[in-house]
């Protein structure tokens, strides 16, 4: 299992020294780091983070709120530079001047930094042409976008006025406009309706098809459940846990007594066992003054 766990007692056995974690199967990862690490003064927000992703691969990274979840997708896409350690992305070094690997990306990231005085044909427009797609392209791709978006009858308001949710979809939109090898989402539904949530799902789910990877950050467990097929967990700026979600759980069970051990532990189960028992302060059970 590729999994690591510094100061994590429970997991402690499972996962092995991160030093000694190979991918003998792995030609060219689409994405790996190797000690990756942000401080914000006296905090830090990631701390010594080592993954891999392979191409292809459905990645879903985890973690409580404040985990580093956020930081480590802005360092990963040049929007915060590390403060030690190092990225590759499709096996080159990653920096904030890797433009060519930059036009091999898309991102949504957290708070989706749109333009907000365009309309969305404008905004879509720009970004393709940003990303070096003749007009012709653009104007294609965009209508295809905005259809596919149900953004299409949007056009006569500025995107500032947008819902949370349609700027959600747009920035989806924006992120995937030049048919990108690596797409980073950062929590890419939260906001979204039902519908939304369903067209976008499979529409991520065909990009894996035809060969993309996807890196993932959310704490809506069971999306990462139906869609990932490859999960790590970030604890306090800590990666404690990394695999398929089959190696995830089978970690955990082997921890649990005879008769649990055996049960199918959901998501939510591997998720609160590997984050809940350690490291967290003990909240108080109940507010006295809600009535
Ligand atoms: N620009 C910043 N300045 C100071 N602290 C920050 C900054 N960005 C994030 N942090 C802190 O880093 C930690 C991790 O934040 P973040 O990566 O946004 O978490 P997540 O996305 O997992 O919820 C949090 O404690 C957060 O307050
Ligand atoms: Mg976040």
Redesign the pocket.
């Known amino acids: 299992m590729k999994c690591v766990c510094p100061d994590h007692t429970l997991l402690t056995p499972l996962f092995p020294n991160p030093t000694l974690v190979s991918f003998p199967h792995m030609e060219i990862a689409a994405i790996q780091t190797h000690g990756l690490t942000r401080q914000f003064g006296a905090l830090t927000a990631v701390n010594d983070v080592t993954f891999s992703v392979a191409p292809g691969q459905f990645f879903g990274f985890l973690g409580p709120n404040g985990a580093g979840?956020?930081t480590t997708i802005k360092m990963l896409t040049g929007l915060l530079d590390p403060s030690a350690g190092t990225i590759e992305i499709l096996g080159k070094p990653f920096g904030a001047s890797a433009l060519d690997l930059k036009r091999q990306i898309g991102v949504v990231p957290?708070g989706m930094a749109l333009f907000g005085r365009l309309t969305a044909t404008e905004y879509l427009h720009f970004v393709g042409r940003m990303y070096g797609l003749d007009r012709d392209t653009c104007k294609l791709r965009t209508e295809e976008l905005l259809e596919f978006m149900q953004l299409a009858n949007e056009n006569r308001k500025l995107v500032t006025d947008f819902s949370h949710g349609m700027q959600k979809k747009l920035a989806m939109a924006a992120a995937v406009i030049h048919g990108p090898k690596v797409l980073f989402l950062?929590?890419p539904f939260e906001g979204v309706d039902a519908i939304a949530a369903g067209m976008l799902k499979s529409m991520l789910q065909g990009m894996i098809q035809r060969g993309a990877t996807i890196f993932l950050?959310t704490h809506v467990l069971e999306i990462v459940e139906r869609l990932c097929s490859h999960v790590a967990i970030i604890h306090q700026g800590r990666l404690v846990a990394n695999g398929s979600l089959e190696e995830l759980r089978a970690g955990v069970a082997s921890t649990l007594p005879g008769a649990e051990s055996s049960q199918r532990l959901t998501l939510e189960e591997i998720f609160l066992s590997i984050v809940g028992a350690g490291g967290q302060q003990e909240a108080p059970q109940e507010l006295s003054w809600l009535a």
């Open positions: 979840k956020s957290e950062d929590e950050t």
